[in-house]
């Protein structure tokens, strides 16, 4: 089975030496020539030494592409934002309600994304930011839930975390999401699929190396939701969690699965430190 696994990552990553790796660059984000995001730090105690730095994937990107990200007249990702806003004032649902009749304005939201996901504990769960938002819209605006990975809520999820832009993440891993989050930490290192690969074979293993036409980077979630160059639209982390699982040839679980929810906990907890970047752009 090691053999089979070491065969699958060799015909996935290119052997040209001169080529195929590339550290991080050492350029510095600052978005808007004002807001500077802290795009490389100390790895957080609980990785236990599996990474000595953790590094956004803003850092593997091109000129080109990082460029983009650096002005958010040239985001692409911000045409959502700009959707999400008038999502916010729209009222629906039974009880006539919009989020600005329970909040002063998506200003208000500055902090939330950098602790997502975190233990709900009236809910005696978990909650990704995506539950949050259909949490309330059942709950308080009595309306049909989103679609996990829709557009409406992909749109709402950058618009709230655009308001913590520039903030570190400090998701927390203790109390009740403790045993949440050791899960996720198994499916993490958990080899699945006909290629018998992980998330860490290639984000932890490997990034940096090449694969396919683009560079690994370390899989963070600090710049969720992500615009990709790829399919041109706003990505969530289940999303980008799906295509990996898919990638490895196995039988994927579905976006804000308990599964996929106790991943994002684990992955969002590696980044610690990092700034929230969302909407980011990516390939």
């Known amino acids: 089975m ?5 065969t699958a990552v060799a015909a996935l990553l290119l052997s040209v030496p001169a080529s195929a790796f590339a550290d991080a660059d050492d350029d510095k984000l600052v978005i808007n020539g004002e807001t500077e995001i802290v795009t490389k730090t100390t790895a957080p105690a609980h990785l236990d030494g599996a990474l000595s730095e953790v590094i956004s994937g803003w850092h593997f990107r091109d000129d080109g592409t990082q460029a983009m990200e650096m002005d958010d007249f040239d985001n692409p990702g911000m045409i959502f934002v700009d959707q ?5 004032a729209k009222v629906d649902g039974a009880a006539e309600k919009s989020c600005a009749s329970c909040h002063d304005g998506p200003e208000s939201m500055a902090g939330v994304r950098a602790v997502y996901p975190k233990w709900n504990e009236a809910a005696g769960e978990v909650r990704t930011l995506e539950m949050q938002i259909n949490d309330c819209r059942t709950s308080n605006m009595e309306a049909e839930e989103w679609k996990y990975t829709g557009g409406d809520m992909t749109n709402m999820a950058a618009l709230i975390s ?10 927390a891993i203790d109390g009740g999401a403790q045993s949440v989050w050791e899960q996720g930490k198994d499916l993490y290192y958990t080899r699945t699929g006909q290629l018998d ?3 860490a074979n290639c984000h932890e293993d490997n990034y940096g190396n090449m694969i396919r036409a683009d560079h690994l980077s370390q899989g963070q979630t600090n710049g969720f939701p992500v615009y990709r160059l790829k399919n041109a639209k706003l990505n969530s982390v289940h999303a980008r969690f799906k295509g990996c ?3 490895t040839r196995a039988e994927t679980y579905s976006p804000g699965s308990p599964e996929f929810v106790a ?3 684990y992955v969002a907890s590696r980044g610690n430190g990092l700034s929230v970047e969302a909407p980011s752009v990516r390939n």
């Open 263 to 265: 991943l994002e906990l």
């Open 245 to 247: 699982v898919r990638d």
């Open 162 to 171: 655009l308001q913590s832009r520039g903030l570190p993440m400090n998701v």
């Open 2 to 6: 090691k053999n089979i696994a070491k």
């Open 84 to 88: 999400a806003v008038e999502s916010w």
């Open 197 to 199: 690969l992980s998330c």
